[in-house]
Structures are given as C-alpha cells and as structure tokens.
C-alpha cells in the first residue's frame, strides 16, 4: 500500500532561515507527487507538483522541492523563510494513472518568528 | 473564479442526526473527491468519484456515502453521526489524471 512520511512534525524558524521538510513516500510505481500548504483558517492551496522531467521543481513564493527517485524523496526547501510562510505543509502523492487519489503525509507545521 | 464550493463551512450535529455536506465545483472537471483531515493524521480520502453516476469508497468510507448525479455536485451524507466524524471535511476536484487538485475551503463538523 502506498504511504507518506513526512520527518518533520512542527518546526519553529526564526525570520531568514532556511527551511527543508523532509518527505518520503512508500510505492513501487510511477507517482505524482505534490506539495500542498494550508494557511491558518484556509483550504488547501497548491505549492508545487512533479510529475515527470527536471527533477528539481520551482513552486509558487519561492519554494522549490527536488525529487530523489532512488531515496523515494521528495523534500520541500526555501532559502529564506518569512513570517508568512507562517502555515501546515502537506507532501501528498498519487500513482500514475491511478483517478488521481492522493495520499497524504501527517503535515509539518511550520511557525516563522519575525 | 468558483473553484470549488463547499457547504456549510461550520456545523454542529447531535449524536444520530444527519446532513449533507455540499460541494460543486465550476471548472468541468471529471474526478471529484472527499477527504477528510483530522490533527495529526494528514488527510484521508473518504469516496471519490470519476464522472457523474460513478462513485467508489477511499480509504475510510464508514459512516459515509456519496452520490454524482452531476458533473458539478457531489453531496456527502452523514447517515447516523457519531462523534468520531468529527473532523475538517475538504472536497476537491481534478480535471483528469495526471493533474493538479483543487481544494474547497472546508467545512468544520463538530458531533455532540
């Protein structure tokens, strides 16, 4: 069955610091994989995907995740946190070709102090 | 820009009652899912559908049931609510495979 481990269940930065959330996911085929971020009080918003090519994705507010086939990673970073990155991030994966059911990680909570 | 919409976003249930939770969505999309969140947990796919008429269970479908009489709809029903539904309900769509989903804003079921 497939499965996602996200490491990192809440993690605290200050303002300007880097950020890297682990996700690993369990499936012996080919996946789609997402990463998701939900503000305070909001749905869930899209903020990068991979499904196949450079394995290096660039999403939206400068995230970027790097998809490692070989470790069945695909960690989420950004250079340079904010206070409003402020938010629950969610690593999510599906099989290809698979009516696009995701499977969710926990979710990582991330609390950016200014 | 629609998305998707979902009803109510707030609601309290007695022990046994039951509702229906909304959702439709305005961007032709064929897939349409519903999922659950609850603390800790991530979110869990309660029944997805691929087309209007076709619905099948996820991965925690008791208590639950779904219908696709449309393109744009897919209610959920809560039968006989227990307090173990309660929960943060998000229902997305897609448009096929291979694409993104797109998320409702939720809705917040308390069961007392």
Redesign the interface.
């Known amino acids: 069955a497939q499965s ?1 481990s996200q490491h990192n ?1 809440h993690v605290i930065l200050s303002e300007a610091a880097s950020l890297e959330l682990g996700c690993n996911y369990s499936y012996g085929g080919t996946v ?1 994989l ?1 990463w ?1 971020v939900q503000y305070p009080g ?5 903020l990068l ?1 991979y ?1 196949s090519g450079d394995p290096l994705v660039k999403g939206i507010k400068g995230f970027e995740a790097e998809f490692i086939k070989s470790k069945f990673s695909f960690n989420l970073r950004k250079p340079s946190v904010q206070w409003s990155d402020t938010a629950e991030y ?1 690593c ?1 994966v599906n099989a ?12 990582t909570t991330l609390q950016v102090k200014p | 820009n629609a998305g998707v919409t979902q009803t109510p976003k707030f609601r309290i249930l007695k022990i046994g009652q039951s509702m229906t939770l909304q959702c439709t969505q305005d961007m032709n999309h064929n ?1 349409m ?1 519903w ?1 659950r969140q609850d603390p ?6 309660i029944y ?1 559908s ?1 087309g209007a008429g076709i619905t099948d269970k ?1 991965e925690v479908p008791n208590g639950y049931n779904v219908s696709r009489s449309t393109t744009e709809d897919f209610p959920l029903r809560l039968e006989l609510a227990a307090p173990s539904q309660t929960s943060v309900y ?1 229902c ?1 769509s ?1 448009y ?11 809705t917040r079921l308390t069961v007392v």
């Open positions: 996602v269940h789609n997402f998701y909001q749905h869930l918003q899209l995907k499904f969610f999510a290809r070709g698979n009516t696009g059911k995701l499977i969710f990680g926990q979710g | 897939y899912y999922y800790g947990m991530g979110l869990k796919l997805y691929v996820g998000f997305a897609s096929k495979d291979n694409t993104e989903a797109f998320f409702g804003q939720g």
